[in-house]
């Protein structure tokens, strides 16, 4: 409690030392764009507002009396900058740009008005869902099976229309199982994206449907009866 105290206390101090802003994690995904908006609702009156990147370069420079926005050479083809809202948007992003972005207005004094962490990651890779073994009788069926996807594994198995739920993660990627009725469903995930692979269950639990059908043809059994009792009366017919 009194860390949380303590965090709350050097936040506020942070935020009244420079004006504003606590660092904001963001995540794009390579190639995306990503808009970076500043994080205090009163701008302080300022001469030059900078969004600046870790390696002190400024993006964009913006001089208020002229209205004349600056961007660097190199951010030029892939940078927009709005002059109403101050907000920056960088476009194709790539791995490279990760890293803090923090927007400055300067005036009288230096304002800290938005702080980024942004980190450009790589859409998830499919997972792969794979049967081990697979059995079934009359009223049951089991399935053995692995979902994999980079560094991550879960071995679960399916049995009486269901399996338990979980969950494995490393870093930011998430490895997710689940099952329904007619399949088991494993998820890959990170903050930008996901992707699913599925297996149906029906073609793994033959056996079981086979037995299932095969309440329909226990009822021959009272055809017979007709039969036999057919058989009684015509015998008992030909004997009278
Ligand atoms: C700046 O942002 C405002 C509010 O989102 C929007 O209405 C305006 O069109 C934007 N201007 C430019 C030049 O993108
Ligand atoms: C196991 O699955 C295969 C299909 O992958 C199926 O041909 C086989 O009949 C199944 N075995 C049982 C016992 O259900
Ligand atoms: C899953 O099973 C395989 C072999 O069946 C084993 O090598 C692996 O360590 C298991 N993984 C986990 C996470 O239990
Ligand atoms: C996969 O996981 C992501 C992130 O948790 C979620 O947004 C998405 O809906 C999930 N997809 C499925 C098919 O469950």
Redesign the pocket.
């Known amino acids: 409690m009194a860390v949380y105290y303590l965090r709350i206390f050097l936040l506020f101090l942070l935020t009244f030392k420079t004006g504003f802003s606590a660092e904001i994690s963001v995540f794009v995904q390579t190639g995306d764009s990503v808009q970076l908006d500043i994080q205090t609702q009163k701008l302080p009156e300022f001469d030059l507002l900078t969004w600046r990147n870790d390696k002190s370069e400024n993006v964009v420079k913006y001089i208020s009396e002229t209205k004349v926005v600056k961007p660097l050479n190199s951010y030029k083809d892939r940078v927009d900058f709005n002059d109403t809202t101050f907000s920056l948007t960088l476009k194709n992003m790539q791995k490279t740009d990760s890293g803090l972005y923090t927007a400055i207005a300067s005036g009288d004094s230096e304002n800290n008005i938005a702080t980024y962490r942004v980190s450009v990651i790589d859409a998830v890779e499919a997972p792969v869902l794979t049967v081990?073994s697979n059995w079934s009788s009359s009223d049951s069926c089991t399935v053995i099976f692995?979902c994999r996807a980079h560094d991550l594994?879960?071995?679960s198995s399916y049995q009486n229309n269901r399996c338990i739920a979980q969950e494995v993660t490393s870093q930011i990627n998430t490895l997710n199982l689940n099952c329904n009725e007619e399949s088991i469903i494993c998820n890959h995930s990170n903050p930008v994206s996901w992707k699913k692979d599925r297996i149906n269950i029906t073609p793994l639990c033959v056996n079981n449907k086979e037995n299932n059908s095969s309440d329909i043809k226990t009822e021959p059994p009272f055809q017979l009866w007709t039969y036999i009792l057919g058989a009684v009366c015509l015998f008992g017919g030909i004997a009278l």
């Open positions: 081990n692995t594994m879960i071995n």
